[in-house]
């Protein structure tokens, strides 16, 4: 990141446009006032020594110098970098009821206010604690994920009311869930193993306790066997109290059920008391007095504090330095330039007349050298650095992915597409910077065989192709590295199933490393593959040779049909009796040749359909088969997750 510490000095900047402006007015008085006094030929012989040029160069280079000077004062400041320190503390999710029945007013002014104005002044009161709320009523959700930002937290606090969820209900198990996601980490390998030793999680549930199910309570102890302390505060009176609704014009009424009859909420202080003590927490009975929340705070203080995320804020480096120290060596230079004509200039005049017949020469030399330089500039070595480093990188997040499918299960099938995704995205951060690293020079033989690498991970293997190829055909790359282009070259022509070009490729790579034992392997793969191509062509061709072949024996029976018919008629004429029963005799022995075939042919066809109506069969078994496995999975994933719970559908 760049920035500027006094951005106010960069107006300075217009100075020097006006400065340009004003040089050229006086420059144009001068020319002005020296032809007024004197002969234009005279003004030339006077000031033969006067270079307008040169003039013009020391402006420039003085107003460099001003640049560069407002520049520096100005401090620009580049870097950003990150300072992380540690911090100790807990993290706290408050599970929040926002049930109608949170509107009754046996604690003033409601029960819902109330719950809120003390939880602003228990957040005010954290001290290196990160916090979170969770929401619920008939369900749940998280209306601000765990953070340390206590303003953000109070400002979403105070906006939560009863018409954020339109199902209603207490429905405690479910938030309780919701609670446990939000504050633990994903899963993994290393995490698992530290799961069980977190003991710095608290959850918070307030509410009214209007749950009646068992499954809240066995949530609490699922969720306290993962390291997770669960305390509850209970809010209002256990005697009863209506529910209040207000319309339009603030008139106020009393909740009714479907029957007409009056609503009353009462606290549920067992079911608060259950999931507490599940939950190896403590049960808190709010009242006006008292909302409960300073017991709930020294019980958290009283628990170990561990190191929490990391804090990174950032940290700007001055760099006025340089900006400085060029003004100085600009106005250094302007000093000592005159507006007289340079020695210089007209030593490099003479040059290039002494060599203006040589410069045919020296531009074919020129041509012949470029296309054999690499790349050596900063920028591109960084820039290849970078993208080995992003290269390697993706390939640990390809190999652990391979492992945990290996594994097999759900959760390592989840895990292995997100580290695939991970991947995937650092092999195109590589081939950005492998393209950057070839911005000047095309033929970096490295950044060529890196960036078709990168290119082949995302199976681009058109693209890849072109890359290895440029490596592999350039004899001024070491062997070594031209024989692994060309091995990459065969498996990139392989994956199109060009399988002749990719045989001559390993051919090439053994050439100059014929020890490869993975190209050998490669080789007599892409051969085989190349057998079964050219026989699936053969038996394509003798299929359509034989459609062929049925169609011209058809065509010669018909002309031989109408052959016999005439001459039958020919016979006719002489003795009818004698060419009725010969015609016959032919009909039948063409009836009879006509039936072979088509019975012939009828056999082909019903051995072809029923091969075809085999393989269709086995496909759809397999996939019936994998069908029922899935949707087994998930209704046993569905049976575990909800444990056979009843959803309680209530309007308060």
Not at 211 to 217: K, L, P, R, S, Y
Not at 254 to 268: A, I, P, Q, Y
Not at 552 to 557: A, V
Not at 576 to 603: A, T
């Amino acid at each position: 990141m760049f920035k500027f510490e006094h951005e106010y000095i960069l107006y300075f900047l217009l100075l020097i446009p006006i400065l340009t402006g004003l040089y050229i007015y006086l420059q144009y008085q001068r020319k002005k006032k020296l032809a007024q006094y004197s002969d234009t030929v005279l003004a030339q012989r006077l000031t033969q020594e006067d270079s307008t040029s040169m003039r013009h160069i020391k402006f420039g280079v003085f107003l460099l110098g001003l640049t560069c000077l407002i520049l520096a004062i100005a401090n620009p400041q580049v870097g950003s970098s990150l300072e992380k320190g540690k911090r100790q503390g807990i993290d706290i999710m408050i599970c929040m009821d926002i049930s109608n029945s949170m509107l009754a007013e046996d604690i003033q002014p409601n029960r819902l206010e109330a719950a809120k104005m003390a939880l602003s002044r228990f957040i005010d009161k954290l001290e290196g604690d990160r916090i979170g709320l969770v929401v619920f009523a008939g369900k749940s959700f998280v209306q601000l994920p765990i953070t340390s930002d206590y303003a953000a937290a109070k400002m979403f606090i105070n906006i939560v009311k009863p018409s954020l969820i339109n199902e209603q209900g207490t429905d405690i198990s479910d938030a309780l869930d919701l609670a446990t996601v939000s504050m633990l980490p994903e899963t993994g390998s290393e995490q698992q193993k530290q799961l069980s030793q977190l003991t710095s999680k608290v959850i918070l549930v307030v509410s009214d306790g209007e749950d009646h199910f068992q499954e809240a309570v066995e949530m609490a102890q699922e969720v306290h066997k993962l390291g997770i302390t669960i305390h509850t505060i209970g809010i209002g009176s256990t005697l009863g109290e209506p529910i209040p609704v207000r319309d339009r014009n603030g008139n106020t009424s009393f909740k009714k059920d479907s029957e007409g009859n009056t609503v009353m909420t009462r606290l549920n202080e067992e079911i608060l008391q259950d999931v507490a003590r599940a939950g190896g927490g403590t049960y808190v009975h709010a009242t006006n007095a008292n909302m409960g929340f300073e017991t709930i705070l020294d019980k958290i203080n009283a628990m170990t504090k561990v190191e929490l995320d990391e804090v990174t804020f950032t940290r700007y480096d001055s760099k006025f330095q340089i900006p400085l120290l060029l003004s100085l060596i600009f106005f250094m230079i302007e000093i000592m330039l005159f507006t007289t004509k340079s020695k210089l200039k007209q030593g490099f005049i003479k040059l290039r007349q002494l060599l203006k017949g040589k410069n045919a020469i020296v531009m074919i030399g020129l041509l012949f050298f470029i296309p054999t330089l690499q790349a050596q500039t900063k920028a591109e070595l960084s820039a290849i650095r970078k993208g080995n480093d992003q290269f390697k990188t993706a390939e640990q997040f390809r190999k652990d992915a391979m492992d945990l499918i290996a594994k097999g299960g759900e959760v390592n099938k989840r895990n292995a597409e997100e580290k695939m995704k991970k991947a995937s995205d650092n092999y195109q951060k590589a081939e950005i910077n492998y393209r950057k690293a070839m911005e000047t020079t095309r033929n970096y033989d490295k950044a060529n065989y890196n960036l078709g690498n990168s290119l082949y991970r995302q199976e681009r293997y058109e693209e890849a192709e072109k890359y290895f190829s440029n490596v592999a055909n350039d004899k001024n790359v070491s062997k070594d590295l031209r024989s692994r282009a060309y091995h990459n070259y065969g498996n990139s022509l392989l994956k199109q199933e060009k399988y002749k070009e990719s045989i001559d490729a390993y051919k090439n790579a053994l050439k100059l490393n014929p020890k490869d034992m993975n190209t050998k392997y490669n080789l007599e793969y892409a051969r085989k593959k190349m057998i079964q191509q050219q026989n699936s062509q053969q038996n394509q061709d003798q299929n359509q040779n034989g459609g062929q072949g049925q169609q011209n024996q058809d065509q010669n029976q018909n002309d031989n049909n109408k052959d016999q018919q005439g001459q039958g008629q020919s016979q006719q004429n002489q003795d009818q009796n004698k060419d009725k029963q010969n015609q016959d005799k032919n009909q039948q022995g063409q009836q009879n040749q006509d039936q072979k075939d088509k019975k012939d042919q009828q056999d082909q066809q019903q051995s072809a359909a029923n091969r075809k109506k085999q393989q269709d069969d086995r496909r759809q078994l397999d996939a019936l088969q994998q069908n029922e496995r899935n949707t087994q999975q998930k209704v046993n994933q569905q049976q575990m997750r909800s444990g056979g719970k009843n959803h309680q559908e209530k309007d308060w």
